[in-house]
């Protein structure tokens, strides 16, 4: 049990060069990141694409992970890998879209765009502090070129254009809806109580500020503290915690599969 919490292994550079392969390849990052999201989804205009597959419903921690093992995948395969990842991420839907007759809208690939990138700086920071505009730029473009070889249209050109797009598109199209609740509900079923009440509070310290008002997290007192403690840990230790104690024990191998180092 501690060897899977404590790995002595460092990070190398081969391991882990940049922003968008440090949230992807660690598994403390990418849980933390895929809660975040978590609150996005639930309360985003097209949300009900996901239940019309029932997937979300049935077992939402397995999407949440294999979501994440495609973002690995891109994160660190060459440019060949990333195309191929890219598309088979863009046509992942298609079975759905026909079945239902008509195709998800484009706006919402946008969002997941643009979802990843705000998400994956909020869930850098969380771990590792502000991030220097450098870090920023780089990990937006790399989110770019991954949407562009989804082929999402209207892709903001520059990380400026990018930060207006967002901010209009949090204000449109995002509100609350039955669909949110029976998200959450899925997630507490299968976290379990203990687990959800600290995927609360971790929703609540990622959640975008025009998406508090849908919602009634909280961070707590000591939660943020404990954090910041952890934090100060991991620059000494290659540790998973976090994964160890959120993630459910019949998930944590192919969770655990995530670090680079894995």
Known sequence: ???????RKPYTS??????FQEISGNSDLASLFWI?????????KDVDWLFFGKGILQDPLLRVI?????????????????????????HFHTPLEQKRGFVIPPEAYLDVLMMIIDMGE??????????????RLEYFEMCRTMGQW????????SYEEYLQVREESLHRNYR???????????????????????????????????????????????????????????????????????????????AHAINAWA
């Open 150 to 157: 989804m082929e999402i249209p209207h892709i903001p050109r």
């Open 66 to 90: 294999i979501s994440a093992q495609y973002q690995k995948k891109f994160a660190f395969g060459p440019p060949e890998v990333q195309q191929r990842v890219a598309r088979q991420i863009r």
């Open 36 to 44: 975040g999201s978590a609150v996005e989804f639930a309360y985003h």
């Open 176 to 254: 609350p809806s039955e669909y949110a609740g029976k998200l959450f509900q899925s997630y507490r079923s299968h976290f379990g109580p203990l687990r959800y009440y600290l995927v609360e509070r971790i929703m609540a310290l990622l959640s975008p500020a025009p998406l508090k008002p849908f919602h009634q997290f909280k961070t707590g007192r000591f939660f943020p503290l404990a954090l910041k403690l952890y934090r100060r840990a991991r620059g000494k230790f290659t540790i998973t915690l976090l994964e160890t104690i959120l993630i459910p024990k019949r998930y944590r191998r192919q």
């Open 14 to 19: 081969s391991e882990i060069s940049n922003v």
């Open 1 to 7: 049990m501690l060897a899977h919490i404590l790995s």
């Open 122 to 135: 909020r869930t850098y920071e969380l771990m590792h502090g502000p991030m220097s505009r450098e870090q």
